[in-house]
């Protein structure tokens, strides 16, 4: 029963170009959604985030976009670079709930 | 000065053994979680403690036991270690108990292999 849902396991883009990173989720009661980004043997890094009042948060090359009645929602790099290679975990919350549920993650490989 | 540091990084351990993973903050940070990533990649969550009381308990085998001594500190024990168990332990802080709504910071992980 998998609540966040990311189906592509991994995604190739060429340096410079757009890099679409897509998320689904399952419950409706989530109102708070995060990005966060892994490189090899380290910990997940918070990236963005996004409440569920809003439809797009943007910083510096990264957006997020909130379609809550698709319940899905999708990350943006712009463009792409070569330290953007990793892998990427969508998570969601709800009503401040302590705990986070987290997606299995998407690979993404910048190509030189 | 890291601000989750994890102890041990790897951690080859027998079946049946018990073992210890001991997780540090420096942030200031009043709640602290264990994640477990196991083979499927998936990050979840067993544990979370806020200023050292337990809030967020899964259902988690109770072979599992985190101590935390003071807000600083969390530590999982692991008693009677069994081959599932493998898999890398992610620590992580955030600055209170809305951990859903505020950025959680990890550790770099543990990565425990039962064999």
């Known amino acids: 029963d998998q609540q966040v849902k990311q189906n592509s396991p991994s995604l190739s883009v060429q340096e410079g170009r757009i890099s679409i990173l897509n998320c689904d989720y399952t419950n409706s009661m989530f109102d708070y959604f995060l990005w966060y980004k892994k490189y090899p043997a380290e910990g997940p890094t918070f990236l963005i985030s996004i409440s569920s009042i809003k439809d797009k948060n943007e910083d510096g090359r990264f957006t997020v976009f909130l379609n809550k009645s698709a319940k899905h929602l999708s990350l943006h790099i712009v463009p792409s670079q070569p330290g953007d290679s990793a892998v990427y975990f969508c998570?969601?919350?709800?009503?401040?709930?302590?705990?986070?549920?987290f997606g299995k993650g998407t690979r993404l490989h910048i190509l030189p | 000065d890291t601000a989750v540091s994890q102890t041990p990084k790897y951690l080859v351990t027998q079946m049946g053994n018990d073992k210890s993973i001991k997780c540090e903050q420096n942030l200031g940070h009043d709640t602290m979680y264990w994640y477990k990533q196991d083979s499927k990649k998936f990050l979840k969550i067993m544990f979370s403690y806020n200023n050292k009381e337990l809030i967020i308990n899964e259902t988690v085998p109770n072979r599992f036991s985190p101590k935390s001594p003071d807000k600083a500190h969390l530590n999982l024990h692991i008693n009677s270690l069994e081959l599932g168990d493998s898999a890398v332990y992610f620590c992580?802080?955030?600055?209170?108990?809305?951990?859903?709504?505020?950025?959680?910071?990890f550790g770099p992980g543990t990565r425990l292999t039962v064999l």
């Open positions: 992580a802080s955030s600055q209170d108990f809305r951990g859903g709504y505020n950025e959680q910071f």
């Open positions: 998570a969601a919350s709800s009503g401040g709930d302590d705990k986070i549920i």
